[in-house]
């Protein structure tokens, strides 16, 4: 039987253990889904997609029914490493050179708005998440500074933003102190935060707005029609609409997504307290940091005075039996300083990536619309695609069709070929890394 991510590496109907759900507000979970309900729109899915969906949706007066498998922001919304970046999961230039001027400056701009959605989402419905400005650009190889240099000069000269400053070595080196760095960027128009809280707070008032969210509920089928009918073990959906925005943990509900957007595994640890001078000695300014690898080094300090790291290579579905000893080693490479460092958390996640690394929105069926494939950028452009989505379930498509028009290709060989194709993919990449 193949392998079902929903149920691979947690605990069913809980948060996994993590410093995220340690140091959240989790509320008591919502009833499941029994007999049938009617609504206008069905949401699958409780990440960050799916909540912004729903909250619009129902702000714009439809009947909503929100299905989640497990918890709400129980999957990448309430694992990930809390970085809110500027821009696409591509670079400008190679936007550019790939789709044009023209399409590039609209992703960008739809970069930007989505940004400045989650701002404004934390004040409208005072979200305490944590929100601190600033995220670093690293270059881990010294012949990858000249392009922050350049791309810094790009976004301030051609694209207007002047949030970003380039670093050369000893400034990289006076904020992050790793002897691994040569250079890189810093952008005070990103931020993180703490994205498990920020899922939390978007369910709550997706709740206060009328939203029916049912927890615990795993979709097992979907009747397609007009209405259609959502299904589950013990309950059904009939509905107009049907969103599906279940990201990396998809598996086999709607093939058509499955060979475009293709599930991966990230692992974060959070060390023992530092006290505020042990952390502003590892990143002096307590931005986040994310270095120039293919396997990528994301890290940054929490509210407690943490340093939470992610990292590592993980190509099965199965996470690694002691997570915490999987990401040490790449922290350590980035900080030899943290040997005698305990580590109090550590936990996995799934993602989802599309070969362009862009979003896979999708018209389905002409009432089933999907949006996913965030490619490690979901927290910014997941919140905006879920509004995005919602003005399409309103006949307001022209957006959702311009980024549905930028098909990402499906990965060779399918769905049965995607995995064994990326470990072998990222082997390459991982090696390349180190050369």
Partial sequence: MALNVLHANDRPGSHPPSWYAATASLPPATPPLAGRERADVCVIGGGYTGLSAALHLAESGLRVVLIEAHRVGWGASGRNGGQVATGQRRGQDEIEARYGATMARRLWDFAEEAKALVRELISRHAIACQPVAGIIHADHKARFVAHSRAYADKLNAEYGYD??????????????????????????????????DYALGLAAAAGRAGVRIRENSEVIAIERGDPATVRTAAGEVVCGHVIVACNGYLDRLVPEIASHVMPINNFIIATEPLGEAGARALIANNAAVADSRFVINYF?????????????????????????AFVRQPMLRVFPQLAATRIDHAWGGTLAITMGRLPHLTRIAGNMLSASGYSGQGIAIATLAGKVVAEAVRGQAQRFDLLAAIAQPAFPGGAALRAPLLALAMTWYALRDRL
């Fill in 163 to 196: 949030a970003i400053r380039f670093l050369d070595r000893d400034a990289i080196r006076a904020l992050v102190a790793s002897p691994g760095y040569h250079g890189g960027t810093l952008d005070t128009g990103a931020f993180h935060l703490h994205p498990l």
């Fill in 300 to 324: 940054r300090l929490t509210g407690d005075n943490r340093l939470l790291f992610g990292g590592g290579e993980s190509y099965g579905y199965r996470f690694p039996s002691d997570i915490a």
